[in-house]
């Protein structure tokens, strides 16, 4: 089994910083992806952003330049930097990571989610 420590999030003011962290541990034999996913209130679960084991990365169009997600593969950690953020950047944010354990079986794991709140 993976499992994902998550870290970081909190309350700011709308136009302030955050950042998140996360961790997998586990049964790990390559991380194919990690990413970043939030849940608004009365909302469906939505990607905000995510980072292959090569660097390439994605985001959602409502935090393009605002988010920068990173890597460190010997950590296998992802970082989630939050700037200029909005009172719609409000949610929980869930870590999650996809790739394949050991023995060699794919694996899709979620972290229990971290608390982002951004005041007006």
């Known amino acids: 089994q993976v499992q994902l420590a998550e870290s970081g999030g909190g309350l700011v003011q709308a136009g302030g910083s955050l950042s998140l962290s996360c961790t997998a541990s586990?049964?790990?034999?390559?991380?194919?992806?990690m990413g970043w996913h939030r849940q608004a209130p009365g909302k469906q679960r939505e990607q905000v952003a995510r980072?292959?084991?090569?660097?390439?990365?994605d985001y959602a169009d409502s935090v393009k330049g605002r988010f920068t997600i990173s890597r460190d593969n010997a950590m296998n950690t992802v970082y989630l930097q939050m700037n200029s953020l909005k009172p719609e950047d409000t949610g929980i944010y869930f870590c999650?990571?996809?790739?394949?354990?050991?023995?060699?079986?794919?694996?899709?794991?979620w972290g229990q989610g971290t608390q982002v709140t951004v005041s007006s």
């Open positions: 999650n990571a996809q790739g394949y354990g050991t023995p060699f079986k794919r694996f899709d794991s």
């Open positions: 586990g049964s790990i034999f390559s991380l194919v992806a």
């Open positions: 980072v292959t084991s090569g660097g390439s990365t």
